[in-house]
């Protein structure tokens, strides 16, 4: 089970890249008709679409490598038991928002297609599309949420290290 999730969140974060060379090339695109003076229309929207996803995306693989932002003020003052409560805590409580931004995700994606739903710009995209990147990002970082919490119940958890925040540029 473990290299399943490890497998889905690695594959996320490599979709997450390939999304974001796709945001480099629209940009690039929009760059050079410019300085060509020809317009493709719909450059900047995709440019947005391909944004969110990349970032939707990566959202798992950077929760399980530890670099989302965490406070850790309170959470240092603790020890024992009280520690492994309020960590157990906050990932029940992360798990739940998770779920909940992951079910009105896939709900406005599923709207979306529904009402035939497309965006005001010029390219006239089907608006589903776009979210589909956004409710599986959610999702997989529910995923993720949880399988954290479970290994945090279960003693199984890997912690970061003080000064691994400290690598950050």
Known sequence: MRRLLDFVYDSAAALAALFMVGLLGMVLLSIVSRQLHFHVSGADAYAGYLMAASGFLALAHTLKRGEHIRVTLLLNALKGKA????????????CLLALLFA?????????SHEFHDISTGNDATPLWIPQIAMA???????IAFIDELVLEILDRRSQASPGDALRNE
């Open 83 to 94: 520690k492994k409560a309020f960590e157990i805590w906050a990932l029940a409580i992360a």
């Open 103 to 111: 079910a009105y995700s896939c709900k406005l994606a599923w709207q």
């Open 136 to 142: 599986l990002g959610t999702v997989i970082l529910a």
